[in-house]
């Protein structure tokens, strides 16, 4: 089956620290893989994406890659500012263009 | 202009209500969707439609009824709404043309008390 699983937060973090979400998957065929981000109070947005093994999406200093023998897609960013503060989401989008969501993972940068 | 739009953003209702969520995409996209997001955050599909057909449909409650007019708008309408549908839903669109990706609107938060 096709699932998708995340780390757990809250993560709290201090301005300019490095950020780490991990995302793992597991799918039938070779899915793409998303980074969505919910700030508070607002819709979902895209924020990454790649569609083959080895690919790279970055956007807004965010960084995953896709990597096939991990089955991992784990996001990252150098230096995390206050306005980051949002839950972050990795998902799956199958052939059938159904998209399978992680629990989503709440960070928090402080001051 | 808004890509993908829904209204209303916020619906407090009744149990027992009938209510409905609009959805219009500008994106030209074939596919439209209904997401479920619970009070944990939990994300899930509820409905796709293609070109005005329907696609998937998970197991949600018959009470739900999503209805495409044309491939621009995706409409939800819910009937005898209970408490436990108190959630934020989201509509999307993709098409092949965006690689597949699916872009969300901005949610429709519904409370039912």
């Known amino acids: 089956g096709n699932s998708v699983t995340q780390m757990e937060g809250p993560v709290t973090l201090s301005e300019e620290a490095f950020l780490t979400i991990n995302c793992t998957y597991t799918?039938?065929?070779?899915?793409?893989l998303f980074w969505y981000v919910q700030y508070p109070g607002e819709g979902l947005q895209l924020l990454l994406k790649?569609?083959?093994?080895?690919d790279k999406g970055s956007n807004k200093g965010f960084e995953a890659t896709y990597r096939k023998e991990t089955t991992s897609f784990h996001l990252e960013k150098g230096s995390v500012q206050v306005s980051d503060s949002a839950v972050y989401f990795c998902?799956?989008?199958?052939?059938?263009?159904?998209?399978?969501f992680g629990t989503g993972t709440r960070l928090t940068v402080i001051p | 202009d808004t890509a993908v739009s829904q209204t209303p953003k916020y619906l407090v209702t009744q149990m027992g209500n009938d209510k409905s969520i609009k959805c219009e995409q500008n994106?030209?996209?074939?596919?439209m969707y209904w997401y479920k997001q619970d009070s944990k955050k939990f994300l899930k599909i509820m409905f796709s439609?293609?070109?005005?057909?329907?696609?998937i449909n998970e197991t949600v409650p018959n009470r739900f009824s999503p209805k495409s007019p044309d491939k621009a708008h995706l409409n939800l309408h819910i009937n005898s709404l209970e408490l436990g549908d108190s959630a934020v839903y989201f509509c999307?669109?993709?098409?092949?043309?965006?690689?597949?990706?699916?872009?969300f609107g901005e949610g429709s938060w519904l409370t039912v008390v």
């Open positions: 994106l030209g996209h074939d596919t």
């Open positions: 799918a039938t065929g070779y899915p793409s």
């Open positions: 439609y293609n070109n005005k057909e329907l696609i």
């Open positions: 998902a799956l989008l199958t052939g059938a263009n159904n998209l399978f």
């Open positions: 790649a569609t083959k093994a080895d």
């Open positions: 999307a669109s993709s098409d092949e043309g965006s690689g597949n990706t699916i872009y």
